[in-house]
């Protein structure tokens, strides 16, 4: 298959590359606003919309949900368009981002090759790929921590199904990774930016291999608040102070939360300038 932007031709050919035109607009003006304002600004309309377990697949194939809608979201979803918007300097360079983003490599933008799995896929990869770096262990209190997750840990996993994928796809071996433990969390709250991509570790176990079960990212306000789209209350994108998140945290018994993992966005490249404004002479 041919590829163009690390996009295949059989998702630019259905128009997954096309915005909305008030989005395209909304792109071009607020690329020089500061990142955190343009996660904001680009996520306002988006508000209260419903959340759902997976909206966006690749069209066609396994998943054949589309690229990207703007109607509902599940945390992941949210958080991989509010920053392609928000990360491009143009209408054009969206698609770009965003399958950066969702793709190992950016390519081949198929099922197989999605970045299925936070702790082992998607923040050590987009981190390696220079889409974001990890801000976790500049803050004080973060933990560094490792764990072992093997091929008898996927098949045994009561949700193995979900995934259709070969086993061999499954990611296995060593992950290690920095978190802030939620005392340290609490703590450093006003340390987080706008614009931080913020991730719930649930803790380790060896009968899961996954630890990480919820993501959001921080916009500007009076206080440091967490825009995400999450099945709290009736299940909706929503904002919510930070610092009263992670004391909710601290609530879940059946499967504790240990802590967070921060990540902040990188920017792209140059963003071009705005044309000049034309003056006339009286």
């Given at each position: 298959m041919i590829l163009f932007l690390g996009i295949s031709l059989a998702l630019a050919d259905s128009g997954a590359m096309f915005l909305p035109p008030d989005v395209s607009a909304r792109v071009l003006e607020l690329r020089h606003q500061p990142l955190g304002d343009r996660v904001k600004a680009h996520s306002d309309p988006w508000l209260g919309a419903p959340y759902t377990d997976g909206p966006l697949g690749e069209a066609g194939g396994p998943d054949p949900d589309p690229v990207f809608r703007y109607d509902t979201f599940d945390c992941l979803t949210f958080v991989e368009e509010v920053l392609?918007?928000?990360?491009?300097?143009?209408?054009?360079?969206?698609?770009?981002?965003?399958?950066?983003?969702?793709?190992?490599?950016?390519?081949?933008?198929?099922?197989?090759?999605?970045?299925?799995?936070?702790?082992?896929?998607?923040?050590?990869?987009?981190?390696?790929?220079?889409?974001?770096?990890?801000?976790?262990?500049?803050?004080?209190?973060?933990?560094?921590?490792?764990r072992t997750v093997r091929n008898e840990t996927w098949r045994n996993w009561s949700r193995r199904s979900l995934f259709d994928l070969e086993d061999d796809r499954l990611p296995v071996g060593e992950q290690r990774f920095w978190y802030l433990p939620l005392d340290a969390a609490a703590a450093a709250v006003n340390?987080?930016?706008?614009?931080?991509?913020?991730?719930?570790?649930?803790?380790?176990?060896?009968?899961?291999?996954i630890s990480v079960t919820h993501v959001g990212i921080t916009i500007p306000g009076e206080e440091v608040t967490m825009r995400h789209a999450t099945k709290m209350g009736e299940g909706s994108l929503r904002d919510d102070s930070l610092a009263w998140y992670i004391e909710h945290l601290r609530s879940y018994s059946n499967w504790p939360v240990v802590g967070l993992i921060v990540l902040a966005p990188r920017e792209q490249g140059p963003r071009p300038n705005p044309p000049p404004v034309e003056t006339r002479t009286p």
């Open positions: 392609a918007l928000s990360l491009a300097a143009d209408p054009v360079g969206v698609q770009a981002i965003r399958m950066g983003l969702r793709y190992r490599g950016g390519q081949p933008a198929d099922y197989e090759n999605r970045r299925h799995f936070m702790l082992a896929e998607w923040i050590p990869g987009t981190v390696e790929e220079g889409w974001m770096w990890d801000l976790t262990a500049q803050l004080p209190g973060a933990v560094e921590y490792s340390r987080i930016p706008p614009g931080t991509v913020v991730f719930t570790l649930r803790q380790p176990m060896d009968h899961i291999p």
